[in-house]
């Protein structure tokens, strides 16, 4: 699928997301050619097309990928059956160890979008950050996209007036972007200017060969609370617009990166500050992380902030998982960090007032009310979870909390009326 200013993907895909999102094509096509809507699809690469952006549901992105200390495909590939299975709309390769081409193809075999981040691959290929050129950074990027990589993340606004800003307010954490600490270790070693900003043009020409959506990331998000009010997450936001009104310009879609650990009540602010710069691009955010010492719990601290970021026009949440700041993520970390985006993710839905978020709740307050378990289950987020929860104790009227004091059951049988009790039995 390849972007022009005046190229919209064909009907039939317009239709499809119509559909899905319930929202009407017309506006649809209006939201895409403003750059407010974006649909991650290789031009190389086939799977149902997915929108991420204004007036669409919020979706989930879930990361996999190995490391030198943890290198087993067999795992990865579990892990991303798992994030599909449990909802995930993306997956992200983020492999830094093994056969990286190798491990790419099998995260490319599920049929959802799947992102990379060149900059981890280049690395690899140079040996080290400080070895990596303009030449091997842009051949790293360019297979990606041959391969069927729906999206980037580029840290593209990772810039001297980014470097400078962080000698000038120092951050207790400094970088914690991996991708932006490998940018940050070429330039000072090399005195250059980042490539990815001093020769955006070209990196735009690769991407609209493949119809790839550059994900311009958040290379100076802040890693730690006290690092949420330095100056250099602004100066990249700064150059992130830029850089957003310059690839639409070109036909370019792109999304952006933010902002990473935060107060929640600062999430608001910078989530419209990183909207109004990039005139709405759609902002894919991990986290952000509302507090630094919940260990073994970021998932629920990530959906948090996830869910108020969402309310200030966030579109697209990165799952954060139990394993976060400790360890290479498991199976069940996977899905356990999944699930909290989603739920997340629900709830933005529903602070957006879509009538299908809305409908399914009301549904789910009327097989309360009947006391109707199978429509409880089939309506929530998880149903076997729900069902298996609930089928651990005996009794399957009331659930076991209240048993025959069910305050449910109590208040219906004195209030409903005799039609609606006819009703139920029918």
Known sequence: MVYTRDYLPDSSVLNIISKNESIEKEKLSRLILDGRVVIPHNAVRDHPPLAIGEGTRVKVNVNVGTSQDLCDPALEHEKAESAVTNGAHTLMDLSTGGDLPAIRRMVLSFTVPVGTVPIYEAVRRAGNAIDVDADTLFQVIRDHCKEGVDFLTLHCGVNHEVLQSLHLDPRRMGVVSRGGAFHVAMMAAREEENPLWSEFDYLCEILSEYGVVASLGDGMRPGCYEDAVREAKTVEYLNLGRLARSAHEKGIPRMIEGPGHMPLDQIGYNVRMIKELTRNAPLYLLGPLVTDIAAGYDHIAGAIGGAIACRNGANFLCMVSPSEHLALPRVNDIIEGTRAAILAAHIGDLLAKRPDAI????????????????????????????????????????????????????????????????????
């Open 359 to 426: 409908g399914r709740e009301i549904l789910m307050g009327k097989a309360r009310h009947d006391l109707d378990w199978e429509k409880q289950f089939n309506l929530a987020l998880f149903p076997e979870t729900a069902r298996a929860i609930h089928g651990r104790d005996p009794g399957d009227e009331t659930c076991s909390m209240c048993g025959d004091l069910c305050a449910v059951k109590m208040v219906r049988d004195l209030f409903d009326s005799p039609d609606e009790k006819k009703g139920e039995k029918s």
